[in-house]
T-cell receptor, first 115, second 111 residues
């Protein structure tokens, strides 16, 4: 158990809908990261927040947005869902802002199926 | 943007043999290279990492080498055990914090 908690574990929704994935980082971690893992595109970095502020942005679609709240939990909002958004979404956390020498701990992921 | 190529995509070895996985990156701004192990149904787990100012790092049976000039880095696992069977991902991370992952290598260690 990494200490990173993600909910829900599984989610099935229809195209065009909007969902919210939630993440609680490890106690004491200030950085939260979101990743998408799909069969055709592999593991992709979406976005990182550090202490409530956006720190780094990856291949995150405009239909997706995220935020980190004052209690450090984070939410990933996915809207206008398409079949291709079906994937495993990981949240991860770390203590520091920068990646170097800063172990990133992954949660077990949220499986999203868009039908 | 950054592109990370990882080879091979699958690797099967006998228990006790060594396994080597190679990655190549394109963005010279990448300066941190972690390796992750992902077991079925779980999230990736960091197993070893290397910074751009270091050529080699070893942790028990696992080592990573980096050739910054050639933009290559490799994972070496010696004396493989069945529990090493998993999917391994390399990643290249820039100063700005942007991560790019390889496509993964499925390692099977046969007892």
């Amino acid at each position: 158990d990494s200490g990173v908690t993600q909910t829900p574990k599984h989610l099935i929704t229809a195209t065009g809908q909007r969902v919210t994935l939630r993440c609680s980082p490890r106690s004491g971690d200030l950085s939260v990261y979101w990743y998408q893992q799909s069969l055709d595109q592999g593991l992709q970095f979406l976005i990182q927040y550090y202490n409530g502020e956006e720190r780094a942005k990856g291949n995150i679609l405009e239909r997706f947005s995220a935020q980190q709240f004052p209690d450090l939990h984070s939410e990933l909002n996915l809207s206008s869902l398409e079949l291709g958004d079906s994937a495993l979404y990981f949240c991860a956390s770390s203590v520091d802002r920068d990646s170097i020498g800063n172990t990133i701990y992954f949660g077990e992921g949220s499986w999203l199926t868009v039908v | 943007g950054e592109n990370v190529e990882q080879h091979p995509s699958t690797l099967s070895v006998q228990e006790g043999d060594s396994a080597v996985i190679k990655c190549t990156y394109s963005d010279s701004a990448s300066n941190y290279f972690p390796w992750y192990k992902q077991e079925l149904g779980k999230g990736p787990q960091l197993i070893i990492d290397i910074r751009s100012n270091v050529g080699e790092k070893k942790d028990q049976r696992i080592a990573v080498t980096l050739n910054k000039t050639a933009k290559h880095f490799s994972l070496h696992i010696t004396e493989t055990q069945p529990e090493d069977s998993a999917v391994y991902f390399c990643a290249a991370i820039t100063n700005a914090g942007k991560s790019t992952f390889g496509d993964g290598t499925t390692l099977t260690v046969k007892p």
